[in-house]
């Protein structure tokens, strides 16, 4: 199967210097991911090669592009222009401090926002130009969350996925963001949605509630013609390659150098890239309480502090060294001595030999994030340390954490509890330490890098099967012509719909006025029923007032409140008579839960209570239902009273009273060469259940239904009743 990887930066970065082309491999773990999948899979690779096109000629680009397809992988140019707005602009200074929780440092510009949409279109246009119809697409990271959306109106039938590799915000964060709805529509695009943590996943699920007002279950958020599915997946490092390190002469020749430098002093090793969302300075300031408290320790341990470079030419990015720096200077000027300096502080990206003999010889790993989506540093330093000891403080707001629970975990702005768990750390068994470690490895060595993508595409391409299912009970072109031509052919027919949500899209106010039906419409289902040998009902949750208000003149059959009411013939007939006391205790609980719930109403009819909650935030909306149904199944119990979930709704009505009673009525003793029932919610199953297996029963939506198909929309169930119309004399 071929698979197209999609990401901001390709795993081959150009530099141009001297008129000259150079070529390397990027940094970075999802490289070795994927040259590690299994023979089945034939990849390609798209994104930006690293370099502004601004500083290249046509022959470089060529170039470029030659060299790349050597490699599987396909460049996205971006001009300056674009780089300074779309990838620092928005992607960096809007998205990134923004999902890391730091307001302060978010800025919003419309020229960011601008640029991030034209960029996105150009990956979709070079996607395009690979993908065929079985292409497994995988999109990755920050940069090209509107891209899932842009690639499923290209490819409404391709398998397409989308990984995060930074936090997804709580909602209250996310709803900052001006472009918030179209950035979750972008996403929704996908048909799987990767996190690294169930946080994560659930903010993004709770977002996608409470801004779009997207159902969501079992892990899934509920669009019209599909399910979008929100699953974790850690990343995990290349763990032979850190557990195999210490083997490599280069390695023990940087281990037996550092063994020389520091002596007999303990290591206390903290690793990151200069970022404000990695808490060092927070850090600095905790070892400053450690060196306070515990001057015993003066001269007996050392703080590495390695500071990757990272966005130097960003304010926020050149402040921070700067504050850093001082701090450094700060906590060596107080303590330090002729003979010792506490924090040895380096600048630099160091070598991966240098690196992991640092890990290997650190008898302490501080790893303090703010917040951070993952941090894989933890990881490799879990790895390295093979049979030999070592302690883990790990911020409880990185990802990781949940991963690393033997770990000492920590909150990273308190400096009193790292301080704190620096002094228990240089004070634990050896033995206990070494327990720890070697749960840990079990646990990263099984998923790893590796394991992690098999599994992401795992579950990728088992939306495929999922998909498949779904799509054998869609109502295809082929099916439908099938169903016309039965219709066209047909002696005595059968039309039975539902009106809200299937012959008319749902208003906010359930009020008559609100949802009158077109012209359009009521001339369809004059000719339908006009039609010999044909038969047409509208069953419906409405009261007969209204619909006898829209169809009363028309000459079909109505039947009003799932069944209460039933007219055919030109008169209305009762259901029986009900019992109305039930709805008084009822009443007062639902009219509590109304005075607490702005947007909710009422709506009583002659045999139910109605709750509406569509105008209802929809956070609040869950929670008051849930409270709702709870509340009513105790005072409804042992009662011959239902509740039936609707759309945006809670009914209340007897038992007795429903659509299938009022299908079978309506049916009667006639046999009916041709029945097409429509309807879009879980009132309506009971009619689809009281017909035959031959009838051509569709739910508009998805869902679980006894409906043999489903449509999409409530325009495509329009579609259907216009050519069944037109097909008529």
């Known amino acids: 199967m071929q698979l197209l990887i999609v990401s901001n930066r390709l795993p081959i970065s150009v530099t141009k210097a001297g008129g000259k082309l150079s070529f390397k491999p990027s940094p970075g773990g999802l490289a070795t991911a994927m040259s590690s999948l299994g023979k089945g899979w034939n990849y390609s690779w798209i994104g930006w090669p690293g370099i502004a096109s601004d500083e290249l000629t046509a022959q470089d680009k060529l170039q470029i592009t030659q060299e790349l397809?050597?490699?599987?992988?396909?460049?996205?140019?971006?001009?300056?222009?674009?780089?300074?707005?779309?990838?620092?602009?928005y992607s960096n200074t809007t998205i990134w401090p923004l999902f890391h929780y730091f307001q302060s440092l978010t800025k919003y510009r419309s020229g960011f926002w601008e640029e991030y949409q034209k960029v996105a279109k150009l990956f979709r246009k070079e996607v395009l130009k690979h993908a065929t119809e079985k292409s497994l697409i995988w999109v990755h990271d920050y940069q090209l969350m509107t891209l899932p959306r842009l690639l499923r109106d290209a490819l409404p039938h391709n398998l397409i996925g989308f990984f995060l590799h930074i936090p997804f915000p709580s909602y209250e964060i996310y709803r900052l963001l001006p472009e918030r709805k179209a950035v979750l529509?972008?996403?929704?695009?996908?048909d799987l949605v990767g996190f690294h943590t169930y946080d994560y996943a659930d903010h993004f699920m709770s977002s996608t509630l409470r801004i779009l007002g997207r159902d969501n279950k079992l892990s899934g958020v509920i669009l019209k013609d599909r399910i979008v599915r929100a699953d974790v997946f850690p990343i995990g490092i290349d763990y032979r390659k850190f557990a195999n390190a210490h083997k490599s002469p280069a390695v023990k020749k940087e281990a037996a150098a550092l063994r020389n430098h520091f002596g007999s002093r303990r290591i206390i090793l903290s690793v990151d890239r200069l970022d404000y969302s990695k808490g060092i300075l927070e850090?600095?300031?905790?070892?400053?309480?450690?060196?306070?408290?515990?001057?015993?320790?003066?001269?007996?341990?050392?703080?590495?502090v390695i500071a990757v470079p990272s966005r130097a030419e960003v304010d926020a990015y050149r402040q921070l060294r700067e504050n850093t720096e001082q701090a450094v200077s700060r906590i060596n000027g107080?303590?330090?001595?002729?003979?010792?300096t506490p924090i040895s502080y380096q600048y630099k990206n160091l070598p991966f030999e240098q690196l992991v003999a640092l890990y290997g010889e650190a008898d302490v790993a501080l790893i303090t994030p703010l917040r951070d989506g993952m941090n894989l540093v933890a990881k490799e330093y879990i790895a390295t340390k093979g049979r030999r000891s070592g302690v883990l403080i790990v911020s409880e707001m990185a990802g990781v954490a949940d991963e690393l629970p033997e770990?000492?975990?920590?909150?990273?702005?308190?400096?009193?509890?790292?301080?704190?768990?620096?002094?228990?750390?240089?004070?634990?068994?050896?033995?206990?330490?070494?327990?720890?470690?070697?749960?840990?490895?079990?646990?990263?060595?099984?998923?790893?890098?590796?394991?992690?993508?098999?599994?992401?595409?795992?579950?990728?391409?088992?939306?495929?099967?999922?998909?498949t299912a779904r799509d054998i009970d869609t109502l295809t072109p082929q099916i439908q012509e099938q169903l016309i031509a039965d219709f066209r052919k047909a002696k005595r027919r059968l039309l039975l719909f539902d009106y809200d949500g299937t012959l008319t899209n749902f208003v906010s106010n359930p009020r008559p006025a609100s949802a009158k039906p077109s012209p359009a419409l009521l001339g369809m289902l004059t000719k339908l029923s006009g039609a010999p040998g044909t038969k047409l009902a509208i069953v419906s949750g409405r009261p007969k007032t209204a619909l006898e208000g829209w169809f009363g003149k028309l000459p079909f059959s109505l039947v009003a409140e799932h069944g209460g009411w039933t007219k055919v013939d030109g008169a209305w007939t009762p259901a029986g008579t009900a019992a109305q006391d039930w709805k008084a205790g009822l009443r007062l609980v639902l009219e509590q839960a109304t005075e607490r719930t702005p947007g909710a109403l009422i709506?009583?009819?002659?045999?139910?209570?109605?709750?509406?909650?569509?105008?209802?935030?929809?956070?609040?909306?869950y929670v008051r239902k849930a409270s709702l149904l709870h509340d009513t199944q105790k005072q409804l119990k042992n009662s011959e009273i239902e509740t039936f979930e609707g759309s945006k709704t809670l009914e209340?009505?007897?038992?007795?009273?429903?659509?299938?009673?009022?299908?079978?009525?309506?049916?009667?003793?006639?046999?009916?060469d041709f029945i097409l029932s429509i309807g879009d919610d879980n009132t309506d199953e009971d009619m689809f259940a009281a017909l035959p297996e031959s009838a051509y029963t569709i739910r508009v939506g998805r869902g679980a239904s006894q409906a043999r198909y489903h449509l999409a929309s409530v325009e495509q169930v329009l579609m259907l009743v216009s050519e069944l119309s037109a097909v008529l004399p």
């Open 69 to 89: 397809q050597a490699h599987n992988c396909y460049p996205v140019f971006l001009t300056a222009k674009q780089i300074a707005n779309f990838y620092e602009g």
């Open 185 to 190: 529509e972008g996403l929704l695009g996908a």
């Open 283 to 304: 850090r600095l300031e905790a070892f400053e309480l450690f060196l306070e408290n515990n001057p015993g320790y003066h001269k007996k341990i050392v703080l590495v």
């Open 334 to 340: 107080k303590f330090g001595s002729v003979d010792w």
């Open 407 to 467: 770990a000492t975990r920590v909150n990273p702005s308190d400096k009193v509890g790292i301080a704190g768990a620096l002094e228990t750390a240089l004070q634990l068994p050896s033995v206990e330490q070494k327990r720890r470690l070697h749960v840990m490895q079990t646990r990263l060595s099984k998923y790893n890098v590796v394991r992690w993508a098999e599994d992401f595409i795992e579950q990728l391409s088992d939306t495929q099967t999922k998909k």
């Open 603 to 621: 709506e009583e009819k002659d045999y139910s209570l109605v709750w509406h909650y569509r105008n209802v935030t929809p956070h609040l909306a």
């Open 652 to 672: 209340f009505k007897p038992r007795a009273i429903n659509k299938k009673t009022a299908a079978a009525k309506l049916i009667g003793k006639t046999k009916y």
